[in-house]
């Protein structure tokens, strides 16, 4: 049986990050499927990237903000976006070493693995076939559609996929189903922001003819992360609060 673990959305949080990889440790799960969305968002971009590096037995794709912060780093065109987003990417994109961008840069939008006679596709997200190729100024990603991404919306996605295992995240909300040809679709839900103190992420299972997913949880120090995050004072902060941790930026201390 081989099994290993997938993560998605980190968003810039190394201490869920470090539970997790912490917990694989003690699960004695080595090896790590990362979906993308590493980067922004939190503060801690630079550290994640450099835990990721590091690892020793790693499959990564790129999500849309680790591409955004990429095309700012070839001084190449961004997504549109409001002024307070792009000052966020572009502080973000100020706290992380050329060398760690260059490492990222390599890695691609989509991988296809085969595994215990399983063909796994990893991605951020759907691209419809029509974008396939456009740069991330030209927004190729599909809509969410609305919060919480409802799992019909997600199927009609994800039905031309042909893999036996699709991985995805994006929506930060976990979602897993079986289609009519028993393929598994499975998205662990968002590792790095939430508005609970729990680092989420998944451990799949594998055998022939046979795929097992499981959702689980951690629980990280939620509140220095938060302390820290709330003192890097981010541009964007204001709206990054609320939305993504349920808490208030305190003004107060601008």
């Not at 003819?209 to 992360?225: M, T």
Request: proline share 5%.
């Amino acid at each position: 049986m081989k099994r290993f673990a997938v993560v998605t959305d980190l968003h810039g949080n190394d201490y869920a990050l470090q539970a997790v990889l912490e917990e694989l440790e003690n699960e004695e799960i080595r090896e790590v499927y990362c979906l993308g969305d590493i980067l922004s968002i939190g503060h801690q971009s630079k550290e994640v990237l450099q835990r990721l590096q590091e690892y020793p037995n790693l499959h990564l794709v790129l999500g849309n903000h680790d591409e955004y912060i990429l095309a700012i780093h070839r001084g190449e065109a961004v997504p549109e976006d409001t002024a307070e987003n792009k000052a966020h990417h572009e502080w973000v994109y100020r706290q992380i070493d050329d060398r760690l961008l260059d490492w990222l840069a390599n890695k691609q939008r989509s991988l296809v693995l085969e595994e215990n006679g399983h063909s796994i596709r990893l991605l951020h997200y759907h691209i419809p076939l029509e974008h396939n190729g456009l740069h991330i100024s030209q927004s190729p990603y599909a809509p969410i559609h609305s919060y919480p991404t409802p799992v019909s919306y997600l199927q009609e996605l994800f039905a031309p996929y042909q893999e036996n295992l699709v991985l995805f995240g994006h929506t930060h909300v976990t979602a897993y189903w079986q289609t009519d040809q028993q393929q598994v679709r499975f998205n662990p839900g968002a590792l790095g922001v939430s508005h609970d103190r729990f680092a989420r992420y998944g451990v799949i299972e594998l055998e022939k003819g046979q795929i097992r997913c499981h959702l689980k949880k951690v629980p990280y120090d939620r509140e220095r992360y938060i302390q820290e995050l709330q003192n890097a004072k981010m541009p964007a902060s204001i709206e990054i609060f609320p939305m993504f941790f349920g808490v208030k930026y305190e003004t107060k201390n601008i």
